[in-house]
């Protein structure tokens, strides 16, 4: 089945700073969202990017289908930002995955 | 108002016992879905209907069961629980299928098996 893999698995950054996470896949996909899980367990859909590029204030994402790969932008970070951040993928139905997640700390 | 919500929100139980996990949405969505998140977060779906059919059916024993009454409810019951199904178990719906739209999530479940 198809393989995501997510990077830095953990990032700790002071507020204010800017960070890229990225999605890495193994194979061709028709979905790709990202997640994020704040502290408390709760989880938020951020983007449904199968593809392109989106803004969502100071979140933004981008898709590269051909190269199989995904980033997550996160400028002027805030303490709020902290959690878990999940990128998952569709195989053309055959398959939703997610991958292992990245751990962000923003420090006040 | 709640968009998605799910009860209980804290399951403790014996092995061997059967539980039911309810979840409903106020969303008008057309599609709902149930995912379970081990101990190290890990995420996998499990089951997702359609205008109360399923749709997707990931590897799953046959121990849990979704059961959806109407498109704005659907509840996963356990059989025969066992250790390895602690977790929280997160329900959430969509306005389309096929995992092609956003999705919200209920607050989670956390089931602890003893």
């Known amino acids: 089945g198809i393989q995501v893999e997510q990077s830095p698995p953990d990032l700790i950054l002071q507020e204010g700073a800017n960070s890229t996470l990225r999605c890495n896949f193994s194979?061709?996909?028709?979905?790709l969202q990202w997640f994020h899980q704040n502290p408390w367990g709760q989880l938020i859909n951020l983007f449904y990017?199968?593809?392109g590029t989106k803004q969502n204030g100071r979140l933004s994402a981008t898709t590269v289908a051909t190269e199989r790969y995904s980033l997550l932008y996160i400028s002027s970070s805030q303490t709020t930002d902290s959690g878990v951040y999940f990128c998952?993928?569709?195989?053309?139905?055959?398959?939703?995955?997610f991958g292992p997640g990245t751990r962000l700390s923003v420090l006040p | 108002d709640t968009a998605v919500s799910q009860t209980p929100k804290y399951l403790v139980t014996q092995m061997g016992n059967d539980k039911s996990i309810k979840c409903e949405q106020n969303?008008?969505?057309?599609?709902m879905y149930w995912y379970k998140q081990d101990s190290k977060k890990f995420l996998k779906i499990m089951f997702s209907?359609?205008?109360?059919?399923?749709?997707i059916n990931e590897t799953v024993p046959n121990r849990f069961s979704p059961k959806s009454p109407d498109k704005a409810h659907l509840n996963l019951h356990i059989n025969s629980l066992e250790l390895g199904d602690s977790a929280v178990y997160f329900c959430?719906?969509?306005?389309?299928?096929?995992?092609?739209?956003?999705?919200?999530f209920g607050p989670g479940t956390r089931l602890t098996v003893l």
């Open positions: 194979d061709s996909v028709n979905n």
């Open positions: 990017i199968p593809s």
């Open positions: 209907y359609n205008n109360k059919e399923l749709i």
């Open positions: 969303l008008g969505h057309d599609t």
């Open positions: 998952a993928v569709t195989n053309y139905g055959q398959n939703f995955v």
């Open positions: 959430a719906s969509s306005q389309k299928g096929g995992l092609r739209d956003e999705q919200f």
